[in-house]
């Protein structure tokens, strides 16, 4: 059976190399604003356990993003603790082959998600990277949550930091 043009598919435990590959397809592309070399091995500092971790933890997610049934992209999430001690979950990493973008691949793959979160999320978008917060401000325009509020984080000034749909 073939996936939806536009769905997401867990994965599954299996594919973590392929995740783990994916990855470093992400890291290259934040390389600009994320301040991380490459490696001696050719690799951008990437743990293949954590990685994993997003498969295996009950916790956490991993989903491929497709494209008429072939690889596109990734998400994952996983539970962050905000400023008021909330736990949301984050919509960790969002990642879109350069030839599948502006397709609206990610737009549906952040309302799916969206959707399925229970109470607060949050996104963590660098400062340095227009493109993506020019997206997630879209993003949150269009798939019209109670609330989106940016907010600081000292330890963390290299990003810029969204709650959305936090519990009053």
Not at 34 to 55: Q, T
Not at 99 to 116: D, F, I, P, T
Request: aromatic share 14%.
């Amino acid at each position: 059976m073939n996936p939806p043009i536009y769905g997401l598919q867990t994965v599954a435990h299996d594919q973590a190399a392929a995740l783990f590959q994916f990855f470093q397809l992400y890291y290259y592309e934040n390389s600009d604003w994320a301040a991380e070399d490459i490696g001696e091995d050719g690799l951008f500092d990437a743990c293949a356990a954590s990685i994993a971790d997003y498969i295996d933890a009950a916790d956490k997610g991993a989903y491929w993003i497709r494209k008429d049934g072939g690889l596109a992209g990734f998400v994952v999430t996983e539970p962050v603790t905000l400023p008021d001690g909330t736990i949301a979950q984050e919509l960790a990493d969002l990642f879109i082959l350069k030839r599948y973008r502006r397709q609206g691949l990610a737009m549906a793959s952040v309302s799916a998600l969206a959707g399925e979160f229970k109470g607060p999320w949050m996104v963590a978008v660098y400062r340095e990277d227009t493109r993506a917060d020019a997206f997630w401000r879209q993003a949150f325009a269009r798939i019209g949550h109670a609330g989106v509020r940016q907010y600081e984080d000292p330890e963390l000034p290299q990003f810029r930091l969204y709650a959305i749909n936090e519990l009053s």
